[in-house]
Protein backbone atom coordinates (compact mmCIF):
# COMPACT_ATOMS: atom_id res chain seq x y z
CA UNK A 1 0.00 0.00 0.00
CA UNK A 2 1.60 3.78 -0.85
CA UNK A 3 2.21 6.07 1.87
CA UNK A 4 1.09 9.87 1.15
CA UNK A 5 4.22 11.83 1.27
CA UNK A 6 3.46 15.34 0.46
CA UNK A 7 6.77 16.10 -1.09
CA UNK A 8 5.21 14.21 -4.03
CA UNK A 9 3.44 17.06 -4.52
CA UNK A 10 5.25 20.22 -4.26
CA UNK A 11 5.81 20.65 -7.52
CA UNK A 12 2.69 19.59 -9.75
CA UNK A 13 3.50 22.74 -11.79
CA UNK A 14 1.94 22.86 -15.60
CA UNK A 15 3.97 21.32 -17.96
CA UNK A 16 7.01 23.74 -19.39
CA UNK A 17 6.41 22.32 -22.72
CA UNK A 18 3.05 23.94 -23.56
CA UNK A 19 4.08 25.37 -26.90
CA UNK A 20 5.12 21.60 -28.71
CA UNK A 21 2.15 20.58 -26.61
CA UNK A 22 0.33 23.59 -29.01
CA UNK A 23 1.88 22.78 -32.02
CA UNK A 24 0.50 19.00 -32.21
CA UNK A 25 -3.02 19.86 -31.09
CA UNK A 26 -3.05 21.80 -34.40
CA UNK A 27 -0.70 19.02 -36.14
CA UNK A 28 -3.72 16.82 -35.08
CA UNK A 29 -6.61 18.84 -36.34
CA UNK A 30 -4.74 18.90 -40.21
CA UNK A 31 -3.32 22.55 -39.62
CA UNK A 32 -0.04 23.59 -40.79
CA UNK A 33 2.04 24.96 -38.02
CA UNK A 34 5.21 26.02 -40.21
CA UNK A 35 4.40 30.10 -40.37
CA UNK A 36 3.56 29.61 -36.42
CA UNK A 37 6.35 28.66 -35.42
CA UNK A 38 8.31 31.35 -38.00
CA UNK A 39 6.15 34.21 -35.81
CA UNK A 40 7.29 32.61 -32.49
CA UNK A 41 10.77 31.94 -33.28
CA UNK A 42 10.95 35.40 -34.14
CA UNK A 43 9.05 36.62 -31.55
CA UNK A 44 11.43 35.03 -28.82
CA UNK A 45 14.41 36.32 -30.87
CA UNK A 46 13.71 39.32 -30.63
CA UNK A 47 12.94 39.11 -26.52
CA UNK A 48 16.16 36.98 -25.96
CA UNK A 49 18.62 38.33 -29.17
CA UNK A 50 17.82 41.94 -29.42
CA UNK A 51 16.54 42.39 -26.25
CA UNK A 52 13.59 44.07 -27.40
CA UNK A 53 10.55 45.17 -25.24
CA UNK A 54 8.13 46.86 -28.18
CA UNK A 55 7.38 45.34 -31.62
CA UNK A 56 4.76 44.12 -34.36
CA UNK A 57 3.82 40.79 -35.87
CA UNK A 58 2.10 41.72 -38.52
CA UNK A 59 0.28 38.93 -40.99
CA UNK A 60 -2.21 39.06 -43.48
CA UNK A 61 -6.30 39.60 -42.80
CA UNK A 62 -7.71 36.49 -41.41
CA UNK A 63 -4.53 34.09 -41.59
CA UNK A 64 -5.21 32.14 -38.71
CA UNK A 65 -3.26 34.60 -36.20
CA UNK A 66 -5.07 34.21 -33.19
CA UNK A 67 -4.01 30.34 -33.66
CA UNK A 68 -0.59 32.04 -33.79
CA UNK A 69 -0.88 33.83 -30.75
CA UNK A 70 -2.15 30.87 -28.29
CA UNK A 71 1.07 29.30 -29.55
CA UNK A 72 3.26 32.27 -28.72
CA UNK A 73 0.90 32.58 -25.62
CA UNK A 74 2.46 28.88 -24.44
CA UNK A 75 5.75 29.58 -25.48
CA UNK A 76 6.02 32.52 -23.19
CA UNK A 77 4.58 30.76 -20.35
CA UNK A 78 7.25 27.93 -21.25
CA UNK A 79 10.17 30.46 -20.98
CA UNK A 80 9.06 32.01 -17.38
CA UNK A 81 6.95 35.05 -18.12
CA UNK A 82 3.98 35.42 -15.51
CA UNK A 83 1.50 37.59 -16.70
CA UNK A 84 0.14 38.12 -20.50
CA UNK A 85 -2.31 40.61 -20.90
CA UNK A 86 -4.15 39.83 -24.40
CA UNK A 87 -5.89 43.39 -25.23
CA UNK A 88 -9.25 43.14 -28.02
CA UNK A 89 -11.26 45.82 -29.90
CA UNK A 90 -14.35 47.15 -27.48
CA UNK A 91 -16.38 44.16 -28.91
CA UNK A 92 -18.09 41.77 -26.94
CA UNK A 93 -18.16 39.03 -29.58
CA UNK A 94 -14.59 39.12 -30.64
CA UNK A 95 -13.66 38.81 -26.98
CA UNK A 96 -16.00 35.92 -27.02
CA UNK A 97 -14.53 34.69 -29.80
CA UNK A 98 -11.15 34.58 -29.09
CA UNK A 99 -11.46 34.21 -25.57
CA UNK A 100 -13.64 30.70 -26.37
CA UNK A 101 -10.57 29.46 -28.68
CA UNK A 102 -7.88 29.91 -26.04
CA UNK A 103 -10.22 28.80 -23.12
CA UNK A 104 -10.48 25.32 -25.46
CA UNK A 105 -6.78 25.69 -26.55
CA UNK A 106 -5.48 23.45 -23.12
CA UNK A 107 -3.40 26.23 -22.08
CA UNK A 108 -2.66 25.97 -18.48
CA UNK A 109 -3.34 28.65 -16.23
CA UNK A 110 -6.61 29.28 -18.66
CA UNK A 111 -6.86 32.21 -20.39
CA UNK A 112 -9.45 34.28 -18.33
CA UNK A 113 -11.52 37.90 -18.94
CA UNK A 114 -10.22 40.57 -16.42
CA UNK A 115 -13.74 40.66 -14.94
CA UNK A 116 -13.03 37.35 -13.50
CA UNK A 117 -9.67 38.47 -11.31
CA UNK A 118 -11.67 41.65 -10.21
CA UNK A 119 -13.03 40.06 -6.95
CA UNK A 120 -10.54 41.06 -3.91
CA UNK A 121 -10.01 37.36 -3.03
CA UNK A 122 -8.74 36.35 -6.03
CA UNK A 123 -4.56 36.90 -6.05
CA UNK A 124 -2.28 37.75 -8.92
CA UNK A 125 0.80 38.27 -6.88
CA UNK A 126 1.40 35.06 -7.57
CA UNK A 127 1.19 32.34 -10.19
CA UNK A 128 1.10 32.65 -13.65
CA UNK A 129 -1.87 34.70 -15.93
CA UNK A 130 -3.56 35.16 -18.98
CA UNK A 131 -5.94 37.74 -19.09
CA UNK A 132 -8.47 39.16 -21.75
CA UNK A 133 -9.44 42.66 -21.76
CA UNK A 134 -11.35 44.95 -23.77
CA UNK A 135 -9.54 48.08 -25.47
CA UNK A 136 -12.13 50.34 -23.27
CA UNK A 137 -11.08 53.09 -20.60
CA UNK A 138 -13.65 51.80 -17.55
CA UNK A 139 -12.23 48.33 -18.13
CA UNK A 140 -8.79 49.32 -18.62
CA UNK A 141 -8.77 51.15 -15.57
CA UNK A 142 -10.67 48.08 -13.23
CA UNK A 143 -7.60 45.97 -14.48
CA UNK A 144 -4.91 48.26 -13.54
CA UNK A 145 -6.73 49.27 -10.30
CA UNK A 146 -6.67 45.25 -9.88
CA UNK A 147 -3.03 44.43 -10.88
CA UNK A 148 -1.21 47.40 -10.22
CA UNK A 149 2.14 47.28 -11.01
CA UNK A 150 3.79 44.10 -12.69
CA UNK A 151 6.69 43.40 -13.46
CA UNK A 152 7.76 42.33 -16.91
CA UNK A 153 3.95 42.07 -17.79
CA UNK A 154 3.61 40.88 -21.19
CA UNK A 155 0.70 42.86 -23.65
CA UNK A 156 -0.47 41.18 -27.06
CA UNK A 157 -2.52 43.66 -28.68
CA UNK A 158 -4.96 42.39 -31.55
CA UNK A 159 -5.43 44.25 -33.99
CA UNK A 160 -3.35 46.97 -32.51
CA UNK A 161 -2.90 49.28 -35.22
CA UNK A 162 -6.97 50.11 -33.82
CA UNK A 163 -7.27 52.48 -30.84
CA UNK A 164 -3.76 51.33 -29.23
CA UNK A 165 -2.07 54.26 -31.10
CA UNK A 166 -1.83 58.24 -29.97
CA UNK A 167 -3.91 60.50 -32.18
CA UNK A 168 -2.80 63.10 -30.01
CA UNK A 169 0.75 62.70 -30.90
CA UNK A 170 1.65 65.93 -32.18
CA UNK A 171 -0.61 67.55 -29.75
CA UNK A 172 1.68 66.88 -26.67
CA UNK A 173 -0.77 64.72 -24.97
CA UNK A 174 -2.14 60.83 -25.21
CA UNK A 175 -5.16 59.94 -26.16
CA UNK A 176 -7.09 57.05 -23.21
CA UNK A 177 -6.33 54.06 -24.60
CA UNK A 178 -3.00 54.98 -25.06
CA UNK A 179 -2.51 56.01 -22.07
CA UNK A 180 -3.69 53.07 -20.02
CA UNK A 181 -1.81 50.34 -21.94
CA UNK A 182 1.10 52.76 -21.51
CA UNK A 183 0.32 52.58 -17.44
CA UNK A 184 0.64 48.69 -17.50
CA UNK A 185 3.11 48.25 -19.53
CA UNK A 186 4.84 50.34 -16.66
CA UNK A 187 9.02 50.34 -17.13
CA UNK A 188 10.00 46.41 -17.60
CA UNK A 189 6.68 45.75 -19.57
CA UNK A 190 7.02 44.32 -23.22
CA UNK A 191 4.48 45.28 -26.01
CA UNK A 192 3.50 42.79 -28.89
CA UNK A 193 1.76 44.23 -31.42
CA UNK A 194 -0.69 42.18 -33.48
CA UNK A 195 -2.08 43.49 -36.89
CA UNK A 196 -2.47 43.32 -40.74
CA UNK A 197 -1.93 46.59 -41.31
CA UNK A 198 0.77 48.03 -39.10
CA UNK A 199 1.58 51.02 -40.77
CA UNK A 200 0.41 53.46 -38.31
CA UNK A 201 2.07 51.85 -35.21
CA UNK A 202 5.10 52.50 -37.58
CA UNK A 203 4.74 55.89 -38.15
CA UNK A 204 3.01 57.02 -34.91
CA UNK A 205 5.90 55.32 -33.14
CA UNK A 206 3.35 53.73 -30.81
CA UNK A 207 5.22 52.51 -27.19
CA UNK A 208 8.17 53.30 -29.60
CA UNK A 209 8.04 50.07 -31.57
CA UNK A 210 11.07 49.09 -33.56
CA UNK A 211 9.90 48.79 -36.77
CA UNK A 212 13.72 46.99 -37.98
CA UNK A 213 12.64 44.27 -35.16
CA UNK A 214 9.09 43.42 -36.94
CA UNK A 215 8.22 39.88 -37.18
CA UNK A 216 6.43 38.34 -40.29
CA UNK A 217 3.62 35.68 -39.87
CA UNK A 218 3.28 34.51 -43.20
CA UNK A 219 -0.13 33.38 -44.27
CA UNK A 220 -0.30 29.37 -44.76
CA UNK A 221 -0.81 27.51 -48.05
CA UNK A 222 -4.54 27.10 -47.66
CA UNK A 223 -5.22 30.76 -47.72
CA UNK A 224 -6.22 33.21 -50.27
CA UNK A 225 -5.88 37.05 -49.85
CA UNK A 226 -4.44 40.04 -51.81
CA UNK A 227 -2.80 37.48 -54.85
CA UNK A 228 -6.11 36.39 -55.30
CA UNK A 229 -8.80 38.97 -54.64
CA UNK A 230 -6.35 41.57 -56.16
CA UNK A 231 -3.86 39.71 -58.24
CA UNK A 232 -1.38 42.17 -60.14
CA UNK A 233 -2.38 40.14 -63.61
CA UNK A 234 -4.52 37.58 -65.21
CA UNK A 235 -8.39 36.76 -64.44
CA UNK A 236 -9.38 36.41 -61.33
CA UNK A 237 -10.15 33.25 -59.89
CA UNK A 238 -13.44 34.35 -58.55
CA UNK A 239 -16.47 36.13 -59.69
CA UNK A 240 -15.98 39.75 -59.90
CA UNK A 241 -19.06 41.77 -61.10
CA UNK A 242 -17.94 45.63 -61.54
CA UNK A 243 -20.78 48.25 -61.28
CA UNK A 244 -21.19 51.10 -62.95
CA UNK A 245 -19.12 54.15 -60.89
CA UNK A 246 -22.65 56.33 -60.49
CA UNK A 247 -25.74 55.70 -59.42
CA UNK A 248 -27.42 53.27 -57.22
CA UNK A 249 -30.07 51.21 -59.07
CA UNK A 250 -31.48 49.01 -56.86
CA UNK A 251 -31.46 46.13 -59.48
CA UNK A 252 -27.90 46.16 -58.87
CA UNK A 253 -28.22 44.78 -55.30
CA UNK A 254 -31.67 42.39 -56.61
CA UNK A 255 -29.45 40.50 -59.26
CA UNK A 256 -26.44 39.95 -56.71
CA UNK A 257 -28.92 38.54 -54.36
CA UNK A 258 -30.43 36.30 -56.79
CA UNK A 259 -26.95 35.21 -57.89
CA UNK A 260 -25.59 34.61 -54.26
CA UNK A 261 -28.89 32.38 -53.86
CA UNK A 262 -27.91 30.39 -57.17
CA UNK A 263 -24.49 29.96 -56.16
CA UNK A 264 -25.52 28.44 -52.67
CA UNK A 265 -27.79 26.07 -54.47
CA UNK A 266 -25.31 24.98 -57.34
CA UNK A 267 -22.96 24.42 -54.65
CA UNK A 268 -25.65 22.31 -51.87
CA UNK A 269 -27.25 20.27 -55.00
CA UNK A 270 -23.95 20.02 -57.01
CA UNK A 271 -20.86 19.94 -55.11
CA UNK A 272 -21.31 19.59 -51.43
CA UNK A 273 -22.23 15.78 -49.69
CA UNK A 274 -24.61 17.47 -47.31
CA UNK A 275 -26.27 20.79 -47.37
CA UNK A 276 -24.18 24.02 -45.57
CA UNK A 277 -25.38 27.47 -45.27
CA UNK A 278 -23.35 30.74 -46.72
CA UNK A 279 -23.66 34.14 -45.79
CA UNK A 280 -23.89 37.36 -48.14
CA UNK A 281 -22.22 40.70 -46.63
CA UNK A 282 -23.75 43.98 -47.91
CA UNK A 283 -21.15 46.83 -47.45
CA UNK A 284 -22.70 50.12 -46.73
CA UNK A 285 -21.55 53.55 -45.62
CA UNK A 286 -21.71 54.30 -42.20
CA UNK A 287 -25.09 55.88 -42.61
CA UNK A 288 -28.41 53.92 -40.71
CA UNK A 289 -30.09 55.35 -43.48
CA UNK A 290 -28.36 53.31 -46.15
CA UNK A 291 -28.46 49.86 -44.02
CA UNK A 292 -32.57 50.20 -44.13
CA UNK A 293 -32.51 50.81 -47.87
CA UNK A 294 -30.58 48.39 -48.47
CA UNK A 295 -32.55 46.01 -45.98
CA UNK A 296 -35.70 47.45 -48.11
CA UNK A 297 -34.45 45.90 -51.53
CA UNK A 298 -33.31 42.34 -50.30
CA UNK A 299 -36.85 41.87 -48.13
CA UNK A 300 -38.64 42.78 -50.98
CA UNK A 301 -37.39 40.51 -53.08
CA UNK A 302 -37.03 37.78 -50.86
CA UNK A 303 -40.85 38.34 -50.00
CA UNK A 304 -41.90 38.38 -53.67
CA UNK A 305 -40.01 35.02 -54.46
CA UNK A 306 -42.16 33.54 -51.77
CA UNK A 307 -45.10 34.51 -52.97
CA UNK A 308 -46.37 33.09 -56.66
CA UNK A 309 -49.10 35.81 -56.39
CA UNK A 310 -46.90 38.77 -56.54
CA UNK A 311 -46.62 40.83 -58.96
CA UNK A 312 -43.17 40.78 -59.53
CA UNK A 313 -42.76 37.02 -58.79
CA UNK A 314 -42.62 35.83 -62.62
CA UNK A 315 -39.81 38.49 -63.76
CA UNK A 316 -37.63 37.37 -60.41
CA UNK A 317 -38.04 33.43 -61.48
CA UNK A 318 -36.78 34.11 -64.97
CA UNK A 319 -33.99 36.21 -64.01
CA UNK A 320 -32.83 33.34 -61.69
CA UNK A 321 -33.55 30.73 -63.94
CA UNK A 322 -31.47 32.35 -66.80
CA UNK A 323 -28.96 33.22 -64.46
CA UNK A 324 -28.45 29.38 -63.86
CA UNK A 325 -28.81 29.06 -67.41
CA UNK A 326 -25.97 30.96 -68.39
CA UNK A 327 -23.54 30.36 -65.43
CA UNK A 328 -24.01 26.34 -65.00
CA UNK A 329 -24.33 24.48 -67.98
CA UNK A 330 -24.11 21.40 -66.60
CA UNK A 331 -27.11 21.99 -63.92
CA UNK A 332 -30.64 21.19 -64.52
CA UNK A 333 -32.16 25.09 -64.38
CA UNK A 334 -35.49 23.50 -63.67
CA UNK A 335 -34.65 21.21 -60.88
CA UNK A 336 -31.99 24.41 -59.00
CA UNK A 337 -34.79 27.12 -59.65
CA UNK A 338 -37.50 24.94 -57.82
CA UNK A 339 -34.48 23.96 -54.92
CA UNK A 340 -34.13 27.62 -54.23
CA UNK A 341 -38.12 28.51 -54.25
CA UNK A 342 -38.96 25.81 -51.70
CA UNK A 343 -35.93 26.71 -49.35
CA UNK A 344 -36.24 30.47 -49.85
CA UNK A 345 -38.28 30.99 -46.38
CA UNK A 346 -34.74 29.82 -45.25
CA UNK A 347 -33.42 33.14 -45.35
CA UNK A 348 -32.56 35.92 -42.53
CA UNK A 349 -31.50 39.48 -42.91
CA UNK A 350 -29.09 41.08 -40.22
CA UNK A 351 -28.89 44.31 -40.16
CA UNK A 352 -25.31 45.43 -37.99
CA UNK A 353 -25.44 49.03 -37.38
CA UNK A 354 -23.51 48.68 -34.02
CA UNK A 355 -21.71 46.87 -31.43
CA UNK A 356 -24.93 46.08 -29.73
CA UNK A 357 -26.48 44.94 -32.87
CA UNK A 358 -23.42 42.32 -33.34
CA UNK A 359 -23.77 40.81 -29.86
CA UNK A 360 -27.10 40.20 -30.35
CA UNK A 361 -27.07 37.96 -33.08
CA UNK A 362 -24.79 35.84 -31.72
CA UNK A 363 -23.07 33.30 -33.76
CA UNK A 364 -25.42 34.10 -36.52
CA UNK A 365 -24.07 37.00 -37.62
CA UNK A 366 -20.27 35.09 -37.80
CA UNK A 367 -21.52 31.46 -38.44
CA UNK A 368 -24.44 31.80 -40.97
CA UNK A 369 -27.56 29.54 -39.00
CA UNK A 370 -29.90 30.05 -42.24
CA UNK A 371 -29.73 28.95 -45.51
CA UNK A 372 -29.41 32.37 -46.91
CA UNK A 373 -27.81 34.69 -44.19
CA UNK A 374 -27.63 38.34 -45.42
CA UNK A 375 -25.62 40.36 -43.16
CA UNK A 376 -26.34 44.26 -43.81
CA UNK A 377 -23.49 46.45 -42.26
CA UNK A 378 -21.02 48.93 -42.32
CA UNK A 379 -17.44 49.51 -40.33
CA UNK A 380 -18.80 47.54 -37.52
CA UNK A 381 -18.56 43.89 -39.76
CA UNK A 382 -15.22 45.42 -41.21
CA UNK A 383 -12.79 44.35 -38.62
CA UNK A 384 -11.80 41.63 -36.23
CA UNK A 385 -14.80 39.26 -37.43
CA UNK A 386 -14.32 36.26 -39.56
CA UNK A 387 -17.10 35.00 -41.32
CA UNK A 388 -17.64 31.47 -42.00
CA UNK A 389 -18.90 30.88 -45.44
CA UNK A 390 -19.03 34.29 -46.84
CA UNK A 391 -19.91 33.52 -50.16
CA UNK A 392 -21.09 36.68 -51.83
CA UNK A 393 -20.04 40.51 -50.79
CA UNK A 394 -21.94 43.29 -52.33
CA UNK A 395 -20.72 46.96 -52.10
CA UNK A 396 -23.51 49.41 -52.39
CA UNK A 397 -21.44 52.87 -53.18
CA UNK A 398 -18.51 54.48 -54.16
CA UNK A 399 -16.15 56.35 -51.59
CA UNK A 400 -16.24 60.32 -52.93
CA UNK A 401 -13.41 61.33 -50.39
CA UNK A 402 -9.86 59.66 -49.71
CA UNK A 403 -9.44 56.08 -48.40
CA UNK A 404 -7.51 54.97 -45.80
CA UNK A 405 -5.19 51.71 -46.56
CA UNK A 406 -5.59 50.27 -43.03
CA UNK A 407 -9.96 50.69 -43.06
CA UNK A 408 -10.04 49.15 -46.59
CA UNK A 409 -7.20 46.49 -46.09
CA UNK A 410 -9.53 44.83 -43.08
CA UNK A 411 -12.69 45.15 -44.48
CA UNK A 412 -11.19 42.20 -47.09
CA UNK A 413 -13.80 40.02 -45.78
CA UNK A 414 -13.29 37.79 -48.24
CA UNK A 415 -9.38 36.78 -47.51
CA UNK A 416 -9.19 33.77 -45.43
CA UNK A 417 -9.75 29.49 -46.23
CA UNK A 418 -11.90 30.43 -48.91
CA UNK A 419 -10.48 27.48 -51.42
CA UNK A 420 -12.74 24.92 -51.12
CA UNK A 421 -15.76 27.14 -52.79
CA UNK A 422 -13.67 30.06 -54.10
CA UNK A 423 -14.80 29.85 -57.59
CA UNK A 424 -18.36 30.44 -56.38
CA UNK A 425 -17.64 33.48 -54.46
CA UNK A 426 -18.76 36.49 -55.95
CA UNK A 427 -17.84 40.36 -55.49
CA UNK A 428 -20.09 43.16 -56.83
CA UNK A 429 -18.63 46.31 -56.26
CA UNK A 430 -17.83 49.68 -58.30
CA UNK A 431 -15.55 49.59 -60.81
CA UNK A 432 -13.62 52.59 -59.51
CA UNK A 433 -13.42 51.31 -55.96
CA UNK A 434 -11.89 48.16 -56.57
CA UNK A 435 -9.50 49.79 -58.89
CA UNK A 436 -8.52 52.10 -55.26
CA UNK A 437 -8.70 49.03 -53.25
CA UNK A 438 -6.61 47.15 -55.63
CA UNK A 439 -4.09 50.23 -55.92
CA UNK A 440 -4.19 50.17 -51.64
CA UNK A 441 -2.51 46.42 -51.71
CA UNK A 442 -0.55 47.47 -53.84
CA UNK A 443 1.35 50.30 -51.81
CA UNK A 444 0.66 48.06 -49.05
CA UNK A 445 2.28 45.31 -50.27
CA UNK A 446 5.41 47.53 -51.61
CA UNK A 447 6.12 48.62 -47.89
CA UNK A 448 5.91 45.47 -46.21
CA UNK A 449 7.94 43.60 -48.65
CA UNK A 450 10.70 45.66 -47.43
CA UNK A 451 10.31 44.41 -43.65
CA UNK A 452 10.27 41.15 -44.94
CA UNK A 453 13.58 41.60 -46.01
CA UNK A 454 14.43 43.17 -42.84
CA UNK A 455 14.99 46.51 -44.41
CA UNK A 456 14.24 47.65 -40.67
CA UNK A 457 13.14 51.54 -41.80
CA UNK A 458 9.93 51.56 -44.07
CA UNK A 459 8.47 53.94 -46.65
CA UNK A 460 4.39 54.15 -47.13
CA UNK A 461 2.41 55.17 -49.92
CA UNK A 462 -0.04 57.72 -50.55
CA UNK A 463 -1.59 59.51 -53.71
CA UNK A 464 -4.74 61.44 -54.61
CA UNK A 465 -7.02 58.44 -53.61
CA UNK A 466 -5.46 56.33 -51.13
CA UNK A 467 -4.16 57.41 -47.62
CA UNK A 468 -1.50 55.47 -45.64
CA UNK A 469 -2.98 56.48 -42.29
CA UNK A 470 -5.23 59.00 -40.77
CA UNK A 471 -2.55 61.87 -40.40
CA UNK A 472 -3.75 62.50 -36.80
CA UNK A 473 -1.50 59.61 -35.48
CA UNK A 474 1.31 60.31 -38.34
CA UNK A 475 4.16 61.82 -35.43
CA UNK A 476 5.37 64.26 -37.06
CA UNK A 477 8.68 65.36 -35.02
CA UNK A 478 10.14 61.98 -36.91
CA UNK A 479 8.13 61.18 -40.13
CA UNK A 480 9.05 62.78 -43.61
CA UNK A 481 6.40 63.18 -45.93
CA UNK A 482 8.26 63.21 -48.91
CA UNK A 483 10.90 60.51 -48.85
CA UNK A 484 10.56 59.77 -52.35
CA UNK A 485 12.34 55.91 -53.32
CA UNK A 486 12.33 53.05 -51.94
CA UNK A 487 14.96 50.58 -51.52
CA UNK A 488 15.69 46.70 -51.29
CA UNK A 489 18.10 44.18 -50.09
CA UNK A 490 21.48 44.96 -50.49
CA UNK A 491 23.46 42.24 -53.06
CA UNK A 492 26.87 41.98 -54.12
CA UNK A 493 28.20 44.20 -56.57
CA UNK A 494 30.05 43.27 -59.62
CA UNK A 495 31.55 45.14 -62.79
CA UNK A 496 29.07 43.11 -65.15
CA UNK A 497 26.06 44.40 -63.09
CA UNK A 498 26.94 47.74 -64.65
CA UNK A 499 27.82 46.43 -68.03
CA UNK A 500 24.11 44.74 -67.96
CA UNK A 501 22.49 48.20 -67.02
CA UNK A 502 24.11 50.09 -69.78
CA UNK A 503 23.84 46.95 -72.65
CA UNK A 504 21.29 49.21 -74.55
CA UNK A 505 18.70 46.77 -73.88
CA UNK A 506 15.21 47.87 -73.58
CA UNK A 507 14.26 49.08 -70.08
CA UNK A 508 11.44 46.11 -69.64
CA UNK A 509 13.63 43.37 -70.72
CA UNK A 510 16.40 45.06 -68.61
CA UNK A 511 14.09 44.40 -65.10
CA UNK A 512 13.93 40.77 -65.83
CA UNK A 513 17.70 40.68 -66.48
CA UNK A 514 18.60 42.63 -64.04
CA UNK A 515 16.18 40.71 -61.32
CA UNK A 516 17.54 37.42 -62.74
CA UNK A 517 21.54 39.30 -61.84
CA UNK A 518 20.56 40.15 -58.51
CA UNK A 519 18.23 38.33 -56.83
CA UNK A 520 14.80 38.52 -56.13
CA UNK A 521 15.15 39.99 -53.14
CA UNK A 522 16.90 42.58 -54.28
CA UNK A 523 14.47 43.23 -57.02
CA UNK A 524 10.86 42.17 -56.18
CA UNK A 525 8.50 40.07 -58.31
CA UNK A 526 5.75 42.33 -57.19
CA UNK A 527 7.16 45.63 -57.99
CA UNK A 528 8.52 44.25 -61.64
CA UNK A 529 4.39 43.68 -61.80
CA UNK A 530 3.62 46.65 -60.72
CA UNK A 531 5.79 48.42 -62.96
CA UNK A 532 3.94 46.64 -65.59
CA UNK A 533 0.85 48.25 -64.98
CA UNK A 534 1.77 51.28 -65.21
CA UNK A 535 3.38 52.12 -68.80
CA UNK A 536 1.94 55.14 -70.50
CA UNK A 537 4.87 55.52 -73.06
CA UNK A 538 5.75 51.68 -72.97
CA UNK A 539 8.99 51.06 -72.12
CA UNK A 540 9.85 54.59 -72.49
CA UNK A 541 8.03 54.95 -68.62
CA UNK A 542 10.86 53.24 -67.59
CA UNK A 543 14.44 54.04 -66.95
CA UNK A 544 17.92 52.14 -65.11
CA UNK A 545 20.30 55.16 -64.92
CA UNK A 546 24.48 54.35 -64.23
CA UNK A 547 25.55 53.44 -61.06
CA UNK A 548 26.91 55.50 -58.59
CA UNK A 549 29.16 55.22 -54.85
CA UNK A 550 28.00 55.91 -51.60
CA UNK A 551 31.56 57.26 -50.72
CA UNK A 552 31.02 60.70 -51.05
CA UNK A 553 28.05 60.60 -48.78
CA UNK A 554 29.13 61.89 -45.36
CA UNK A 555 25.91 61.98 -44.06
CA UNK A 556 25.03 58.10 -45.03
CA UNK A 557 25.73 54.95 -43.46
CA UNK A 558 28.11 53.25 -45.78
CA UNK A 559 27.81 49.89 -44.90
CA UNK A 560 23.95 49.41 -45.13
CA UNK A 561 23.68 52.23 -48.03
CA UNK A 562 21.16 54.34 -46.19
CA UNK A 563 20.72 57.78 -46.19
CA UNK A 564 17.74 59.86 -43.97
CA UNK A 565 17.79 62.37 -47.03
CA UNK A 566 17.73 59.25 -49.72
CA UNK A 567 19.88 59.06 -52.34
CA UNK A 568 17.89 59.88 -55.99
CA UNK A 569 18.45 63.56 -56.30
CA UNK A 570 16.43 65.83 -59.18
CA UNK A 571 19.78 65.46 -61.27
CA UNK A 572 20.08 61.94 -61.16
CA UNK A 573 16.73 61.37 -63.22
CA UNK A 574 18.36 62.90 -65.88
CA UNK A 575 15.11 64.35 -67.36
CA UNK A 576 16.75 65.40 -70.84
CA UNK A 577 17.57 61.77 -71.50
CA UNK A 578 14.49 60.37 -70.10
CA UNK A 579 11.72 62.75 -70.47
CA UNK A 580 8.87 60.50 -70.21
CA UNK A 581 10.04 58.12 -67.58
CA UNK A 582 8.25 57.71 -64.37
CA UNK A 583 9.77 54.51 -62.61
CA UNK A 584 13.42 54.97 -62.42
CA UNK A 585 15.69 52.93 -60.64
CA UNK A 586 19.45 53.21 -59.84
CA UNK A 587 21.95 51.29 -57.56
CA UNK A 588 24.12 52.41 -55.17
CA UNK A 589 27.03 50.60 -54.25
CA UNK A 590 29.69 51.06 -51.50
CA UNK A 591 33.77 50.10 -51.18
CA UNK A 592 33.13 46.73 -50.08
CA UNK A 593 31.25 45.89 -53.23
CA UNK A 594 28.01 45.99 -51.55
CA UNK A 595 25.05 47.54 -53.51
CA UNK A 596 21.26 48.13 -53.58
CA UNK A 597 19.03 48.92 -55.68
CA UNK A 598 17.13 52.70 -55.52
CA UNK A 599 13.05 53.08 -56.98
CA UNK A 600 11.49 56.82 -57.64
CA UNK A 601 8.16 56.87 -58.66
CA UNK A 602 7.06 60.45 -59.77
CA UNK A 603 3.90 61.67 -60.09
CA UNK A 604 0.95 62.01 -57.36
CA UNK A 605 2.33 59.19 -55.09
CA UNK A 606 3.89 60.86 -51.77
CA UNK A 607 6.00 58.23 -49.71
CA UNK A 608 6.08 58.75 -46.36
CA UNK A 609 9.04 57.29 -43.75
CA UNK A 610 9.29 56.87 -39.82
CA UNK A 611 13.34 58.23 -40.03
CA UNK A 612 13.59 57.71 -35.91
CA UNK A 613 15.66 54.72 -36.42
CA UNK A 614 17.72 56.07 -39.53
CA UNK A 615 21.34 56.46 -39.63
Known amino acids: MQEFKISNFIDTAPSSNQYEAQLERLKAAGKSVECIEIAVRGALDNLTTNTSRSFVIYGEPQSGKTEMMICLTAKLLDEGYRFIVHLLNDSVDLLGQNLGRFKTSGLAPAARN ?44 DEADYASPNAKINAGSKTVINDLIGKILGKTGIYVGVTATPARLDLNNTFQNDSHLWVDFPAHN ?15 SFSLKLLPNSGDEPRFARSALFRFLVNVAYLNRYVNSTEENYSMLVHTSGNKTDHKSDWSVMNAALNDLQDSGSAKYRKYVQEIWDTISEKYKDA ?6 KYILRTISRNSILIINSERDFTLRGASATNPTSLFTIIIGGNIVSRGVTLENLLSMFFTRDVKH ?45 ALDAIRQKMGSLVWLNDARISAVASSSIDKSTVDLNRGEMAFQLFDYAADIDQLVNSGVSSIDLMEKLAERVGENAFPLYLRKYVMRMLPKGSASVAFHPTKSVSGYTDADQELIERKRGFIGLSDLQKSSYPHA ?13 ARLFYKLEGSIQFIKNVRNDP
Open 114 to 157: FSEILDPSVPVKTGKHVIFCKKNGSDLRKLIDKIGKVDGIVIID
Open 402 to 446: KIQQDTYIQRARMFGSRGKYLRFFELTIPDALYADWHRCFVFHRL
Open 582 to 594: MHHFKIFKNDKDK
Open 332 to 337: DANELT
Open 222 to 236: AYTGQDVFFPLEGKP
